[in-house]
Structures are given as C-alpha cells and as structure tokens.
C-alpha cells in the first residue's frame, strides 16, 4: 500500500492514553459502590424508559475489563497496529471520525440486540471498526488483504464462542459502522493527484465526504431512538424476570 505516513498518530496516542488513564481510575474507584467503572459503563437500560444517560454510548469504549487485564492489552495493542497505519492515511479528523463513530454504532447494536441488564466495556467495537477500516483502505489501494480478512474472521469466531462473555453485539455493530465509514473515505471524491491519497481533503470533496459521515451518524441516532422505543417498562420487567 504506497501511501505517505507524514506526522504521529497523535489521535491513536490519545485514545490509548484515555484508555490507560480510565483503567487506573477504575482500579482506584473498585471498591466504591459507584465506581468509575458503574458510573461510565454501557447497557441498554441506560437509554430505556428507566433512565437515559446516552453518553454512556461512547464513556463505555474508553472502560476494560478489571477482571481480565488482556482485555485492554489486546484492545491497546490492536490500536496502536490499526491507528499507526490508518490515522496518517485518513488524516486525523476523519481517523477520530472513524473511532467514535464506530464505538458508538457498537453500543447501537448493544442496545438494539443485547440484554438490557447487561453492561459492557471496551474499545473493541471501535477496534473493530478501524478492522474493517483497514480492510477497505488497503483494498482501495491494492494491497493485499488477506491477511486483515483472516484476523477479522478469526476474531468474530472467537466473539461467538460460548461462555467467552464477550460482547459480539458491540464487535459486529463496531465493524459494520467502521465498513461504512471507510467505504466513504475511501470511494467519495477525495480530490486525489496520480495514485496517492491525499491525507489533507479541502473543497467540495470534504463537504461530501463529512456530509456523508454525517448521514451515517443520523442513522445511528435513528437506530437508537427505535431501541429506546422498544425498551418500555414492560418489556423492561420481562427482561429482568428472564434474566
């Protein structure tokens, strides 16, 4: 993939450094009845008829699990690989575009297909949708994508496997998002000379494009608006009966 990488991945950095900053809070706060971890992570209960804090949609991505320390290893570590490629190609409005779009479609398909009473943690929907990200970039670019088509396989594998407790709601609403927020940074018109892309995107090109993400957000809060819909107090209680 012949692209210029130009500058640090400063939003890649950030995001990690939020990451860890949050992990030790939540480790501070453990033993607190209100601890960072139950204050910031994300159910469906949270946007339903019993209560809406929506900003637990995007709190929950920068939250790991405390009783599972590879849990933000691997998350961190994937990161750093996807963002140290992806943020210099995409420019880094659109990567942290791409990023908290992604965190928030993975909480989206948590809400419309998960347990209400059921929270979730993690950056891995995010991840998931720098995944998909790369997978669209490099194939635009004619790289050979065999090898983040595996990874991608063989980590929705692992997120079905039973008893993992692992959130395949986040991971698949992650990865769809990310395709679709790829897929308009890749193939909208991004004023390109020759065969490079350009990481800094002006004129009428960016107006499509951010209009474009934009119309991918809408939908988002749309699908979310029809979840909280959905969770009305009764379906509320018969949820908590059968958990």
Not at 52 to 59: A, D, I, S, V, Y
Request: proline content about 5%.
């Amino acid at each position: 993939m012949a692209v210029s990488r130009p500058g640090q991945p400063w939003v890649t950095w950030t995001m990690i450094g939020l990451c860890v900053v949050m992990y030790a809070l939540q480790w501070i706060t453990s033993g607190q009845s209100m601890g960072v971890t139950e204050r910031f992570f994300y159910a469906g209960l949270h946007t339903s008829a019993a209560g809406m804090e929506p900003w637990r949609m995007l709190t929950s991505a920068f939250l790991h699990s405390l009783g599972n320390p590879l849990h933000i290893v691997l998350n961190l570590y994937t990161l750093w690989l996807m963002g140290r490629i992806l943020e210099p190609v995409l420019g880094w409005p659109r990567f942290l575009a791409l990023y908290l779009i992604s965190a928030f479609g993975g909480s989206v398909a948590v809400l419309l297909l998960s347990n209400p009473y059921i929270p979730v943690v993690g950056a891995s929907g995010a991840v998931y949708g720098l995944f998909a990200a790369l997978f669209i970039v490099m194939r635009k670019t004619g790289g050979n994508v065999t090898g983040i088509a595996a990874l991608i396989g063989v980590n929705l594998v692992i997120s079905f496997v039973p008893g993992a407790n692992i959130s395949w709601q986040g991971h698949v609403g992650g990865l769809v998002t990310g395709a679709a927020c790829a897929a308009v940074l890749a193939y909208l018109p991004r004023g390109q000379h020759g065969a490079g892309w350009r990481t800094r995107v002006t004129g009428r090109p960016a107006v499509v494009q951010w209009l474009a993400l934009a119309g991918i957000l809408v939908v988002l809060l749309i699908l979310t608006a029809v979840g909280v819909g959905q969770l009305g107090i009764p379906t509320l209680i018969e949820q908590q009966l059968s958990s």
